[in-house]
């Protein structure tokens, strides 16, 4: 019987794959599972597997010799131990912390046997010493693997690579002839399923060679065995192309059957340089299916709003335009005007608004939601505004009830740590339309909020609440015009993709008169000339961030964390200021009254972590000293930096580094040094990093891609958005668009299962 891509994984033992046993195809279910994002292991199939992709490939007739190695390199290279063994670290640890190891491995190879490299990772926990003495047995001297990662020159210049997970070593079978044969012993590892390999599977482990992340207990050797079989065994005529033929040949695209293929187990006749660039024919067919598929849904879920009919019409008119003149205390910026204009278009429209307002940090995005706001209730509708924290929330409040006031209009907050009478009145005047405003968190999509004639919803900080809750929030209302608005600055062809069920706004300019913040990277020998900083600005009656990205002490990396640090800063360094702590394990409560006393100038220096990235305006605090800079990423740094810089005084960043920085991050922080971009800021972070931490379409319950990347595939992303439109317009009423649309509905890996 052969294999079919609805196959179910825990039924694969049973189509004749070597050593794996029904035990073992389970195993394989349940650890596909979350990949596949399916909570129920039964429905974990074949076609889940095939897309389970390779990281990475290797070819393994041409590694690179050591000797070729430079500081920073990234680089897979065939070793063979000399010398491998555990020792104890960190012997004035906490004695109720297990004890903490290291594992070292001292390898060579032909071109360097003089210099070798080292190979190291961390052990710790109550069975260290066991799982060490495993390691020795595997890594005996002689024994030849493969080791890849960024080698860094240490203190001697030893090239050395650090592990996070040592199942990324792959064990070789030894070669006659090679240094240290006589004394290798790879035999004893044959208990170990990922370490044995079928003789007759040679082929696939040597010459190009896929590599695979680990998954559960299998890892990649074995892995690339059970990848060989199946696609040995599969009915490839089950494998069904679903776009349409037309597009295949337009665009010049693989099969399906041909991409799943290969995409595992390149062709010789494909360079290893296209895949390692993500440009074999494979790799352009799998990344336009995940491309084609977004773009398709989110246009046809745009189609699908526009028909529906608009529950307020708000006309902009000269007395409305003539009244926010009056209220505004200052003159819009040429990019705010512009925007403005595109949110009054909308409003003005017959098809419900749904607009994203991305801008840098304090470029006035939230003005331009109070003016939409503003024309909403000119026109007897009434406005939300819904804000991720309490303490945000109220921050709006009183920037509202400050340019409103006079206007006549009712504005009230709604939060969860209201009194239950004060709710039930603001939720009883909600209803019966008495307040024209209201501002709050989540508690205004409570299913017991009810709005009297709810015209304009606006969502702050975006990638903090999901698709759902902006569907919720529209369903309040009489279909209300939603604008959203985001901190986080990309390219405006990304966030078109990105936020492909709205239409985007870019707001890329700087209100005039600002300070810029100027921004130094420090190392750990400037530290004192730093809290010498922090005493100086707070003596000129300012305030300070200190931020950690830990909140408690890591026995695995050398990063200071926010608690013990907090403790060291308040005690031994600034015994006589008032320092506070802010972390997200915290209560909600406890940290809002923590920003308040801040806020209220009841602190001087606030210790946190990365909680504060999105949070209130402080005008006093002037300074900022990021700790271990160099593991953030670009735009989380500049979100941190935005934090500062709010009043009128000059105001610093400080980027404190540790002693040892990779090339990567002297070239990421020195960025920072030279630009207060946001948007070049994103752009060279993307390049850097990737989207998946950059955009947070996790958080904002938009689809994450397995193979495409918005940055890299740019050109396939343009032709898969251009191919989708051809089809919701031109040929819309083509049996191929009908097809489309019917699979739409289907395709689980775009979850629209609701469209339609």
Same mark, same amino acid.
């Given at each position: 019987?052969?294999?079919?891509?609805?196959?179910?994984?825990?039924?694969?033992?049973?189509?004749?794959?070597?050593?794996?046993?029904?035990?073992?195809?389970?195993?394989?279910?349940?650890?596909?599972?979350?990949?596949?994002?399916?909570?129920?292991?039964?429905?974990?199939?074949?076609?889940?597997?095939?897309?389970?992709?390779?990281?990475?490939?290797?070819?393994?007739?041409?590694?690179?010799?050591?000797?070729?190695?430079?500081?920073?390199?990234?680089?897979?290279?065939?070793?063979?131990?000399?010398?491998?063994?555990?020792?104890?670290?960190?012997?004035?640890?906490?004695?109720?912390?297990?004890?903490?190891?290291?594992?070292?491995?001292?390898?060579?190879?032909? /071109?360097?046997?003089?210099?070798?490299?080292?190979?190291?990772?961390?052990?710790?926990?109550?069975?260290?010493?066991?799982?060490?003495?495993?390691?020795?047995?595997?890594?005996?001297?002689?024994?030849?693997?493969?080791? =890849?990662?960024?080698?860094?020159?240490?203190?001697?210049?030893?090239?050395?690579?650090?592990?996070?997970?040592?199942?990324?070593?792959?064990?070789?079978?030894?070669?006659?002839?090679?240094?240290?044969?006589?004394?290798?012993?790879?035999?004893?590892?044959?208990?170990?399923?990922?370490?044995?390999?079928?003789?007759?599977?040679?082929?696939?482990?040597?010459?190009?060679?896929?590599?695979?992340?680990?998954?559960?207990?299998?890892?990649?050797?074995?892995?690339?065995?059970?990848?060989?079989?199946?696609?040995?065994?599969?009915?490839?005529?089950?494998?069904?192309?679903?776009?349409?033929?037309?597009?295949?040949?337009?665009? /010049?695209?693989?099969?399906?059957?041909?991409?799943?293929?290969?995409?595992?187990?390149?062709?010789?006749?494909?360079?290893?340089?296209? =895949?390692?660039?993500?440009?074999?024919?494979?790799?352009?067919?799998?990344?336009?299916?995940?491309?084609?598929?977004?773009?398709?849904?989110?246009?046809?879920?745009?189609?699908?709003?526009?028909?529906?009919?608009?529950?307020?019409?708000?006309?902009?008119?000269?007395?409305?335009?003539?009244?926010?003149?009056?209220?505004?205390?200052?003159?819009?910026?040429?990019?705010?005007?512009?925007?403005?204009?595109?949110?009054?278009?909308?409003?003005?429209?017959?098809?419900?608004?749904?607009?994203?307002?991305? /801008?840098?940090?304090?470029?006035?995005?939230?003005?331009?939601?109070?003016?939409?706001?503003?024309?909403?209730?000119?026109?007897? =509708?009434?406005?939300?505004?819904?804000?991720?924290?309490?303490?945000?929330?109220?921050?709006?409040?009183?920037?509202?009830?400050?340019?409103?006031?006079?206007?006549?209009?009712?504005?009230?907050?709604?939060?969860?740590?209201?009194?239950?009478?004060?709710?039930?009145?603001?939720?009883?005047?909600?209803?019966?339309?008495?307040?024209?405003?209201?501002?709050?968190?989540?508690?205004?999509?409570?299913?017991?909020?009810?709005?009297?004639?709810?015209?304009?919803?606006?969502?702050?900080?975006?990638?903090?609440?999901?698709?759902?809750?902006?569907?919720?929030?529209?369903?309040?209302?009489?279909?209300?015009?939603?604008?959203?608005?985001?901190?986080?600055?990309?390219?405006?062809?990304?966030?078109?993709?990105?936020?492909?069920?709205?239409?985007?706004?870019?707001?890329?300019?700087?209100?005039?008169?600002?300070?810029?913040?100027?921004?130094?990277?420090?190392?750990?020998?400037?530290?004192?000339?730093?809290?010498?900083?922090?005493?100086?600005?707070?003596?000129?009656?300012?305030?300070?961030?200190?931020?950690?990205?830990?909140?408690?002490?890591?026995?695995?990396?050398?990063?200071?964390?926010?608690?013990?640090?907090?403790?060291?800063?308040?005690?031994?360094?600034?015994?006589?200021?008032?320092?506070?702590?802010?972390?997200?394990?915290?209560?909600?409560?406890?940290?809002?009254?923590?920003?308040?006393?801040?806020?209220?100038?009841?602190?001087?220096?606030?210790?946190?972590?990365?909680?504060?990235?999105?949070?209130?305006?402080?005008?006093?605090?002037?300074?900022?000293?990021?700790?271990?800079?160099?593991?953030?990423?670009?735009?989380?740094?500049?979100?941190?930096?935005?934090?500062?810089?709010?009043?009128?005084?000059?105001?610093?960043?400080?980027?404190?580094?540790?002693?040892?920085?990779?090339?990567?991050?002297?070239?990421?922080?020195?960025?920072?040094?030279?630009?207060?971009?946001?948007?070049?800021?994103?752009? +060279?972070?993307?390049?850097?990093?990737?989207?998946?931490?950059?955009?947070?379409?996790?958080?904002?319950?938009?689809?994450?891609?397995?193979?495409?990347?918005?940055?890299?595939?740019?050109?396939?992303?343009?032709?898969?958005?251009?191919?989708?439109?051809?089809?919701?317009?031109?040929?819309?009423?083509?049996?191929?668009?009908?097809?489309?649309? +019917?699979?739409?509905?289907?395709? +689980?890996?775009?979850?629209?299962?609701?469209?339609?």
């Amino acid at each position: 019987m052969q294999l079919k891509l609805d196959t179910p994984i825990i039924e694969l033992h049973r189509h004749s794959i070597a050593r794996l046993t029904s035990a073992m195809s389970r195993k394989l279910a349940v650890a596909l599972a979350p990949a596949a994002t399916k909570p129920n292991v039964d429905d974990v199939t074949v076609e889940d597997l095939l897309n389970y992709f390779p990281a990475r490939y290797e070819d393994r007739s041409h590694f690179i010799s050591i000797d070729k190695i430079e500081d920073g390199m990234e680089a897979a290279v065939e070793l063979s131990v000399r010398n491998a063994a555990g020792m104890r670290v960190g012997r004035t640890r906490d004695p109720r912390k297990p004890p903490l190891y290291i594992f070292e491995i001292t390898g060579g190879d032909a /071109g360097r046997l003089l210099k070798p490299v080292m190979v190291k990772w961390f052990v710790s926990g109550k069975n260290a010493e066991q799982i060490l003495g495993w390691h020795e047995d595997r890594f005996k001297r002689g024994t030849r693997f493969v080791a =890849y990662g960024r080698w860094e020159a240490d203190n001697r210049g030893t090239l050395t690579l650090k592990l996070a997970k040592p199942e990324e070593l792959e064990i070789l079978p030894p070669k006659e002839g090679t240094l240290f044969e006589a004394e290798a012993n790879v035999n004893d590892t044959d208990e170990l399923e990922e370490d044995i390999s079928d003789p007759t599977l040679t082929t696939i482990h040597t010459g190009r060679v896929p590599i695979y992340r680990k998954l559960g207990p299998f890892q990649t050797k074995r892995l690339r065995e059970i990848m060989n079989a199946v696609l040995k065994n599969i009915d490839h005529t089950t494998i069904i192309d679903e776009l349409p033929k037309d597009l295949l040949e337009r665009q /010049g695209l693989a099969s399906r059957a041909q991409a799943l293929a290969e995409i595992h187990f390149p062709p010789d006749s494909v360079s290893i340089t296209e =895949y390692e660039m993500f440009r074999s024919p494979a790799h352009r067919r799998l990344i336009f299916d995940e491309f084609f598929w977004l773009a398709f849904s989110m246009q046809l879920l745009r189609g699908q709003r526009e028909k529906e009919p608009k529950g307020s019409i708000i006309e902009v008119t000269e007395r409305t335009k003539k009244r926010l003149k009056e209220l505004l205390p200052f003159t819009l910026t040429g990019s705010q005007k512009k925007v403005v204009g595109e949110i009054f278009s909308d409003l003005k429209g017959d098809k419900p608004m749904n607009r994203l307002v991305q /801008g840098d940090v304090g470029s006035g995005k939230t003005i331009v939601a109070f003016l939409a706001m503003f024309a909403t209730m000119d026109n007897g =509708y009434q406005s939300a505004l819904m804000a991720p924290t309490e303490i945000l929330a109220e921050q709006h409040l009183r920037n509202a009830l400050r340019i409103f006031d006079g206007s006549g209009y009712r504005i009230e907050l709604l939060i969860g740590s209201l009194k239950a009478a004060q709710k039930r009145k603001v939720q009883e005047d909600l209803a019966t339309g008495d307040i024209d405003m209201i501002i709050g968190t989540h508690a205004i999509i409570q299913d017991n909020v009810k709005f009297d004639r709810l015209g304009l919803a606006v969502i702050d900080e975006q990638h903090r609440f999901g698709v759902l809750q902006r569907a919720h929030l529209r369903a309040l209302g009489l279909n209300p015009d939603i604008l959203v608005m985001t901190a986080t600055p990309i390219p405006r062809s990304l966030a078109m993709t990105v936020y492909g069920d709205l239409e985007v706004s870019t707001i890329d300019e700087l209100p005039p008169g600002r300070t810029p913040i100027k921004t130094v990277v420090c190392g750990e020998d400037q530290r004192e000339g730093v809290y010498r900083g922090i005493e100086r600005e707070i003596k000129l009656g300012r305030q300070a961030y200190v931020v950690y990205p830990l909140i408690e002490e890591s026995a695995k990396i050398d990063l200071k964390a926010a608690t013990k640090m907090y403790d060291d800063l308040r005690l031994r360094v600034f015994p006589r200021l008032t320092v506070g702590l802010l972390h997200g394990k915290m209560k909600a409560a406890e940290k809002e009254a923590i920003m308040r006393a801040f806020v209220g100038g009841e602190i001087d220096i606030l210790v946190s972590t990365t909680v504060i990235e999105v949070g209130v305006d402080v005008p006093n605090a002037s300074l900022m000293v990021i700790e271990h800079a160099e593991r953030f990423g670009l735009s989380q740094l500049h979100q941190l930096r935005g934090r500062v810089g709010r009043g009128s005084d000059q105001s610093y960043c400080v980027l404190l580094t540790g002693d040892k920085k990779t090339a990567v991050a002297k070239e990421r922080l020195g960025i920072m040094e030279q630009t207060s971009d946001g948007f070049k800021i994103a752009e +060279k972070d993307l390049e850097i990093r990737g989207q998946g931490e950059i955009l947070g379409t996790r958080q904002s319950g938009l689809q994450t891609f397995r193979m495409a990347n918005i940055v890299r595939d740019l050109d396939i992303l343009v032709a898969a958005r251009n191919e989708a439109t051809e089809y919701l317009t031109r040929k819309r009423l083509s049996p191929e668009t009908s097809a489309l649309i +019917k699979q739409t509905r289907a395709y +689980k890996n775009v979850r629209l299962g609701s469209v339609g």
